[in-house]
Structure formats: C-alpha cells, structure tokens
C-alpha cells in the first residue's frame, strides 16, 4: 500500500535561509509524486510533481525537490526562505493513473523574520 | 479561465441533518475528486467520477455518496451528519490522460457540525 510520511508537523526557518521539508513514501511501483501548498482558508495549490522525467524537479515560487530512489525520498527545498512561504505543505503520491492521491499529513512552515 | 469553484464555503449543520456540497470543475475536465480534510490533517480521498461514472472510493461509510452531472459538475451528498464529518471537503479536476493526470483544487466547503 502507498504511503506518504512528513517528517517534523512544524518547521521554523528564518528569513532568508535554506528551506528543507522532508518526504519518504512507500510504494511497490514507481510513484508519481507531489507537492502541494495549502495558504490559510484556502484550497491546495500544485508546487511541482514528479513523473519520472527528471530526478530534480522545479516547481514555482523557486522550490524544488529531488526524488531519491535508494532513499524513498522526495524531500522539497528553497535556497531562500521568504516570509510569503509560511504555508501548509503536503507532500503526496499517486501509484494508478487515476485521481486517488494519498497525501501526508502537512508540515506547517513559519517564516521567523 | 475559472478555476475549480466550489459552494457552499461554509455551513454549519447539526447532528442528524443532511448536506450536499457542490462543485464545478474547470472547462475540459472530465474528472472530478472529492477529498476530506480533517483540521490538522492532510486530505482523504473519498470519490472520484469520471464521465458521471463512480471510478474510486475511498474508505468512506454509506453516509457519503456522489455523482456527476452530463455537464461534469458534481455533487458530494452526506447523510446523517456527525460531529466528526466536520472538515473542509475539497474538490478537484483533472484531465485525464494529460500526463500525471494533474489534480487542481478548489478552495473548498467548510462544514461545521453542531
């Protein structure tokens, strides 16, 4: 069965500095995988997806993450935290090609000025 | 081009009542995806349709049911509300076929059950 864990419900970063949101899942085939940002009282919106193109996938708003087969992992990255980052993410994974898409459980990202 | 659009987006219902969530997908999207997010939590799958056929279900109770409209709008209907059915209930089109069949979501129907 497919899985997705985030690590850390809460990560703190300042200004300015590296962020690094952390993804391992599970799954017996390739996954296809996501992720998505959820802004306050708002919906998700798609960050980027991997679909076995590239290992290194870019997404908008300068983020960006790799997809490690050996690890299970597909960790999210922004070299340079801004305040409007502070946001839900949710990394999430797909095995079939349809729309069930199981998604983690949320890591919660402050921007500390 | 509108986005996923999605109404109610709040109600508030008590214990026992009945409420139906609805949803329009993007022009040209033939699927639509009904998720559950619980406050704290990320969101659960509970249907898909596509081309008004049920394609997925979710482990969802028989309270919960769906269907889609020739116009591909949809429809989310659940049946004697608990306080627990309390969430954000988000709708989602797609495409399929369009590659990684990429969902886009809508802001969502906030249910509060009293």
């Known amino acids: 069965a497919q899985s997705v864990t985030q690590l850390g419900s809460h990560v703190s970063v300042s200004e300015g500095a590296l962020v690094l949101l952390r993804c391992n899942y599970s799954?017996?085939?390739?996954?296809?995988l996501f992720w998505y940002v959820q802004y306050p009282n708002q919906g998700l919106q798609l960050l980027l997806k991997?679909?076995?193109?590239?290992?290194l996938v870019k997404g908008i708003n300068g983020f960006e993450a790799e997809f490690k087969k050996s690890e299970t992992s597909f960790h999210l990255t922004k070299p340079s935290a801004h305040m409007s980052d502070a946001a839900e993410y949710f990394c999430?994974?797909?095995?079939?090609?349809?729309?069930?898409?199981?998604f983690g459980k949320g890591t919660r990202l402050h921007i500390l000025p | 081009d509108a986005g996923v659009t999605q109404s109610p987006t709040h109600l508030i219902k008590t214990r026992g009542q009945h409420v139906t969530l609805r949803c329009s997908p993007i022009?040209?999207?033939?699927?639509v995806s009904w998720y559950q997010q619980v406050l704290g939590q990320g969101p659960q799958f509970i249907f898909q349709?596509?081309?008004?056929?049920?394609?997925g279900r979710g482990n969802f109770p028989d309270r919960f049911s769906a269907r889609q409209f020739p116009n591909y709008s949809s429809e989310l209907n659940v049946n004697a509300l608990l306080l627990g059915d309390s969430a954000l209930y988000l709708c989602?089109?797609?495409?399929?076929?369009?590659?990684?069949?990429?969902?886009?979501f809508g802001a969502g129907s906030r249910l509060t059950v009293l």
């Open positions: 989602a089109s797609s495409f399929p076929g369009s590659g990684a069949n990429v969902l886009t």
């Open positions: 799954s017996s085939v390739p996954p296809y």
């Open positions: 991997y679909t076995s193109a590239a290992t």
């Open positions: 999430a994974v797909r095995q079939n090609r349809d729309d069930k898409i199981i």
């Open positions: 022009s040209g999207h033939k699927s």
């Open positions: 349709y596509y081309e008004k056929e049920e394609r």
